[in-house]
């Protein structure tokens, strides 16, 4: 058999080209699982959360208790419900600086004219046995009031579309319940398995009895 030389080349070419195209997909589907593995998980955003009350290790905004309901005092119960804390860590909503000082974080806001300087903070206090969230926050709106309110909150994943129509995760942080502590309170938030235990040493700015008061709250999904 006779075989061209010019065809043996051919031959050769196409395969190499096709060995080419075969170690070349593999190595892009390897990056894309590298590149996937790397980034985190819903499961760990959620983790981190439980754990510190971070987002990628930044606190997440102290302002959302402000849009939670706690700046808002005309109204009976909170509009505004559930927040994508992924989003809103580091967005341009909640752009206002954020400080912290031992486990209480803080975010000021000044008012369009300058002249009023609104204040939210919290504290965390971790996860019931149950896996709620609690919250201590405060919100001042630039006068002597310091209105405090305890946060039960739940978290849990949830798909949608951005706007160029790809799925997503977004980690979602409820309001599941707030209960209202008072003006310039102060006290103790102790959690108890799925029980939360309100210790009050001081109801507002004429209190100044000492004496202790127990409130426990079942922290409970509705």
Same mark, same amino acid.
């Given at each position: ?83 994508? +804390? ?29 002249? +009023? ?53 977004? +980690? ?51």
């Amino acid at each position: 058999m006779i075989i061209q030389k010019g065809l043996i080349v051919t031959v050769t070419r196409i395969a190499a080209a096709i060995v080419a195209t075969v170690v070349w997909a593999m190595a892009a589907q390897a990056q894309a699982v590298a590149h996937r593995s790397d980034a985190p998980s819903a499961a760990s955003f959620i983790a981190e959360v439980h754990r510190a009350f971070t987002i990628e290790g930044k606190p997440i905004p102290p302002e959302i208790f402000r849009d939670f309901g706690d700046g808002d005092l005309a109204d009976s119960g909170s509009i505004w419900v559930t927040v994508d +804390i992924k989003a809103a860590t580091g967005s341009n909503l909640y752009f206002d600086e954020i400080k912290q000082n031992g486990r209480w974080v803080s975010q000021k806001k000044k008012s369009t004219k300058g002249d +009023i300087e609104e204040e939210t903070g919290y504290s965390y206090y971790g996860t019931t046995e149950n896996g709620l969230l609690v919250v201590l926050a405060s919100y001042s709106g630039g006068g002597s009031g310091d209105f405090a309110m305890l946060h039960i909150l739940d978290i849990a994943t949830g798909r949608a579309l951005d706007l160029e129509g790809k799925t997503y995760e977004r +980690i979602n942080l409820t309001n599941v319940r707030s209960i209202a502590l008072g003006d310039r309170w102060d006290g103790e938030v102790r959690i108890a398995k799925s029980a939360v235990r309100i210790i009050t040493t001081r109801k507002g700015p004429a209190d100044d009895s000492g004496k202790r008061e127990t409130l426990t709250i079942d922290a409970r999904r509705p």
